[in-house]
């Protein structure tokens, strides 16, 4: 998984590479019209032998810059109607002589001034949304596609609704989070068993928030967990890779996936007390999916990691598996549930 310096690197070059593809192209298109219009050219030519008098006028006096500058413009002008004139009477734009930019802000080179152009930035949330993992599956799981009719509307003794009406819950929570990002820095815990939408409604909240170009890394606990310890205990330094630690806490949103599923130890309870308290701090959004109810995740983790994770906004997610459902076309409709 590539850090952000390494995006931006790679797609600076692609930007020069482009401009080399365009600079060739504009000559192969002079030729072929010069082939055509060798009137053209000759244009071309004495438009350069003006631009290289005028800048000799410098070093002339300033009593004769005047008169000779006027005289070059009006040489200027006269050659510039002419050319327009050809292309006219052969039907061609006046800018099929210049530079075809896909970007005309930066002229395809990222930046205006020293100020990244919206194309670059674009470029960049586009490739960072490639590699969040969420890409391949939120064609399908989106908020336009949350089916509350997968949850059963019959009242669970347990806890009192219906999961249905608790999915409706979920739902608005969802999308209050998403609405009001970033300004509440608030955290979300997802938990409840297996199958029951909790990866589903953290994509969901992952495209909304790509598309509207914050930064979101979604990672499985296992990959969050690896990748700290590539950073943590490699031996042969790798800035880039290193990059990797200060791009998980500032990434605007961390959602961490099936969090307890990775192999417990005392490196990864410290280092995800690190991260919730370290974002905490300069209040960036966590958001955590776990099958593990709140007192196995003390069980599991120590103190300080329970202490933080109190803070955050719990929805609770129960119901029948809907992956199971769809694989089989149940119609939860027809179900009875029963806690």
């Not at 590539?2 to 504009?26: G, H, M």
């Not at 930046?111 to 890409?135: A, E, F, H, W």
């Not at 199958?195 to 495209?207: D, E, N, P, R």
Request: charged share 30%; hydrophobic share 35%.
């Amino acid at each position: 998984m590539a850090s952000k310096t390494q995006i931006y690197k790679e797609i600076l070059r692609e930007y020069d590479a482009l401009r080399t593809e365009e600079a060739a192209q504009l000559r192969q298109r002079r030729e072929a019209i010069y082939r055509r219009l060798p009137r053209l050219r000759e244009i071309e030519d004495e438009l350069a032998m003006l631009g290289i008098q005028t800048a000799k006028l410098v070093l002339q006096k300033p009593a004769q810059i005047a008169q000779a500058a006027q005289q070059l413009q009006t040489a200027q002008k006269n050659l510039q109607a002419e050319r327009l004139q050809i292309l006219e009477d052969a039907g061609l734009s006046p800018k099929v002589l210049e530079m075809e930019y896909h970007c005309t802000k930066c002229q395809d080179t990222g930046y205006i001034g020293n100020t990244p152009c919206v194309c670059l930035k674009r470029r960049v949330m586009d490739r960072i949304y490639d590699q969040s993992n969420v890409r391949r599956i939120i064609k399908q799981e989106n908020f336009d596609n949350f089916d509350l009719r997968l949850y059963s509307d019959k009242v669970s003794k347990k806890e009192g609704i219906s999961p249905r009406e608790n999915a409706t819950h979920i739902l608005r929570q969802s999308l209050a989070f998403v609405e009001n990002f970033p300004e509440s820095g608030e955290n979300l815990l997802l938990y409840g068993a297996t199958g029951l939408g909790k990866t589903f409604v953290c994509s969901c909240i992952a495209k909304e928030l790509l598309e509207q170009g914050y930064v979101v890394l979604y990672l499985s606990a296992g990959q969050l967990f690896r990748k700290l310890e590539e950073i943590r205990f490699s031996k042969e330094e790798d800035p880039e890779r290193e990059e990797w630690d200060s791009e998980i806490l500032d990434a605007d949103l961390l959602i961490i996936d099936d969090l307890g599923t990775e192999f417990a130890t005392l490196f990864t309870t410290s280092e995800l007390f690190r991260l919730l308290n370290d974002r905490k701090l300069q209040n960036k959004s966590v958001i955590i999916s776990t099958n593990l109810a709140p007192e196995q995740i003390t069980n599991q983790y120590s103190d300080r990691v329970t202490s933080r994770l109190q803070e955050y906004k719990v929805l609770k997610f129960f119901g029948e598996d809907i992956r199971v459902m769809k694989k089989y076309g149940q119609s939860i409709e027809k179900e009875s549930y029963h806690s």
